[in-house]
């Protein structure tokens, strides 16, 4: 619990200023995540926005996550 707690709030805090969430809606998804069933939701309406965005982008997601292809390339 004291890597995966620490790794938990990192993963959701990352995510949350990707999407650009507001500080309200970032901080109430991170106070979510120590409620045992409800991170479970937290988890998946991130995860849905996220999915919304790359699409909205032009990039492919499947189940295991975007494309490589479609990725743009960094040097």
Wanted: glycine share 6%; aromatic share 6%; proline share 4%.
């Amino acid at each position: 619990m004291l890597v995966t707690i620490p790794f938990q709030l990192y993963c959701v805090y990352k995510i949350a200023r990707a999407l650009k969430l507001n500080a309200l809606m970032m901080s109430a998804s991170l106070l979510l995540t120590f409620v045992p069933l409800i991170c479970l939701l937290v988890f998946l309406a991130l995860n849905t926005k996220a999915i919304k965005a790359l699409r909205s982008g032009g990039i492919r997601v499947g189940l295991m996550g975007a494309r490589k292809e479609d990725l743009p390339q960094s040097k």
